[in-house]
């Protein structure tokens, strides 16, 4: 049996199959299955994962490395019983930046005894969090301008009927009289647009609609 | 910093858990992704069954619970069963300062999963569903100070101004409150918590890497022994 199949059984196998650290200083560690990106995946944090238990009165940390640098828990005695302790960190201890593929494939994980004997570790792996952002497609900036400006209408003091593609937007600009706006000719609801303002009614689904101001009021009109 | 914490009980426990209680389990029936997801089973009596999210690390590797002011949280959910009394809710995700409500995602008996912000009498502000049956989705809830956004499989249900009240320090999955003959199930995997907004969306997983190669340090002792060829 391989040193580092002794620490590889999920679900942890308990005292079957363990390491032990017999004395102060005394370290190990075993190395990890590669991590499988999909494209464009990346990785948003790793937790070493230490299960690991006291047979004895000993103390120690459990350590995670990339190449020589180390992060690891403070040194501590853990309980009679089987628990799992993490290493848990957002960037390489390698680098101080994101994880890479490589830095994870590269992960060493164990303990060290710190005072005493007895530790007994049954399983260690490394846990990743792996997320693939979304793919934001790039928006042209502009887009194709599409105002027209219509001839400006004259009022006659009755309805005067305006019809309006379907999407487009109506532009209104009364000069020196309000305008009235109506859906059907000769209703009584209206909207009424003040003199020297300009509204945009739309986008239409292929309406008319009906402008009514006092006799010879230029009404300015366009199409956006 | 962004993430805190995950879990995704690749290793077949319940030791990236800060707690649980009841009728938890792990197993690969439950998994959204990679080998293992835990079920948890609400009973139907006034008993509980709940897990207890972490959102971070003691010195000595431990995941536990520390008082924030922005609480984010992700998790996969399928529900098989829900709430077996019709018109009464079960919590689903509840956010808490110790036992002081915060904010909670509550799952109706026609299941429907509402969003509650603030007091725990406050009224609801959001809803989603009816959800589907034994279908996974991805339901993500950061609560900041003043506002909260709560998405479900990366698309935003609810967002607007509104605060919790004050600092959480505590999530729970499938926890109840005194609320008798009702009883769901829900199946969770891939969790993760935040302390800003930061969202990973339904896209993101824990995998697990299994020890698999000798390092660099063999100063342990080997059990069981190896015995030596005859």
Known sequence: MEYWAHVAQVPQDGDATYLEGMYPGAAFNVGVA????????????????????????????AVLRVGSAELATANFTPGPAYD?????????????????????????????????????ATQAGLHVLLHTPPVVPIQPKERPMNFKALEPLTATGSDQAIDVPRGATLVIHPLAASVEVRHITGGTAKVTIPADSMVMLGPSYGQTVYLRATAGTVIELGLT | MPAQWFAGFEAGDTNELVGLAGAVSVGAAYKRSGNYG???????????????????????????????????????????????????????????????????????????????????GSPHIASFGPIELGRWYFCELAVLPDRYIWRMDGQVVAQGLGGPGG??????????????????????????????GMFYGPTARV????????GTAAGWSIYPPDVPDP
């Not at chain 1, 848990?88 to 994980?109: M, N, Q, R, Y």
């Not at chain 2, 948890?40 to 003691?58: E, H, K, M, R």
């Not at chain 2, 619970?65 to 509840?94: I, K």
Request: charged share 15%; with cysteine.
């Open chain 2, 167 to 196: 600092s959480m320090n505590v999530a729970y999955l499938g926890k109840r409150f005194n609320l008798a003959s009702q009883g769901y199930t829900l199946d969770v995997d891939d969790l993760y918590t935040c302390d800003d």
């Open chain 1, 34 to 61: 590669d991590v499988a990106l999909a494209p464009g995946e990346r990785i948003v944090a790793a937790a070493g994962a230490l299960c690991w238990r006291n047979n004895s009165g000993g103390s120690g940390r």
């Open chain 1, 84 to 120: 799992t302790v993490f290493v848990f960190t957002l960037k390489s201890p390698a680098t101080g930046k994101p994880w890479t593929k490589a830095e994870v494939d590269a992960v060493l994980l164990g303990a060290v005894v710190y005072s005493g004997s007895g530790l007994r």
């Open chain 2, 38 to 120: 835990c079920r948890i089973s609400v009973p139907q009596s006034t008993g509980t069954a709940y897990i207890t999210l972490a959102n971070g690390f003691d010195a000595n590797g431990n995941p536990t619970t520390v008082s924030r002011t922005v609480y984010t949280q992700g998790f996969g959910m399928r529900l098989s069963t829900l709430p077996m009394v019709q018109g009464v809710w079960e919590y689903l995700l509840y956010v808490a300062y110790s036992t002081t409500h915060r904010a909670s995602l509550r799952l109706d008996g026609n299941g429907m999963i509402r969003l509650h912000v603030g007091a725990s």
């Open chain 2, 207 to 214: 995998a697990r890497l299994n020890a698999n190669a000798n």
